[in-house]
């Protein structure tokens, strides 16, 4: 079981940004997924971004399209979200999570992970 630890959140100004980090203890077997969730309070938890290994492909939450950018290292088997731009509404605890969805389709549904770090809380203000 992969143990997953997140780091860099903080607060910002509108139009700041932040890069969070997400350690992870070794490297996911299989053709796993593994990506960015967020919940700000009184909502769900929703999808941002995720990093699918089969194919390497990445998919992104249309409103954080061209100011989220989420890369990884597996040197060091870490997960980044690289966020610019950003803005109230990006305020909420981010979890960086890790699964096997079965397809592409269900790559943005949280039940699909199965293992998640405890979040990291960015705050947005202005």
């Known amino acids: 079981q992969v143990q997953l630890v997140e780091s860099g959140g903080g607060l910002v100004q509108t139009g700041g940004s932040l890069r969070l980090s997400c350690a992870a203890s070794g490297r996911p077997f299989g053709e796993y997924a593994m990506g960015w969730f967020r919940q700000a309070p009184g909502e769900e938890r929703e999808f941002v971004a995720t990093?699918?290994?089969?194919?390497?492909?990445?998919f992104y939450k249309d409103s954080v399209k061209g100011r989220f950018t989420i890369s990884r290292d597996d040197a060091t088997n870490t997960l980044f979200l690289q966020m610019n731009n950003l803005k109230h509404e990006d305020t909420a605890v981010y979890y960086c999570?890790?699964?096997?969805?079965?397809?592409?389709?269900?790559?943005?549904?949280?039940?699909?992970?199965?293992?998640w770090g405890r979040g990291s809380q960015v705050t947005v203000s202005g």
């Open positions: 990093f699918r290994c089969r194919g390497s492909m990445t």
């Open positions: 999570a890790v699964g096997w969805p079965a397809d592409a389709t269900r790559v943005t549904n949280p039940s699909e992970y199965r293992q």
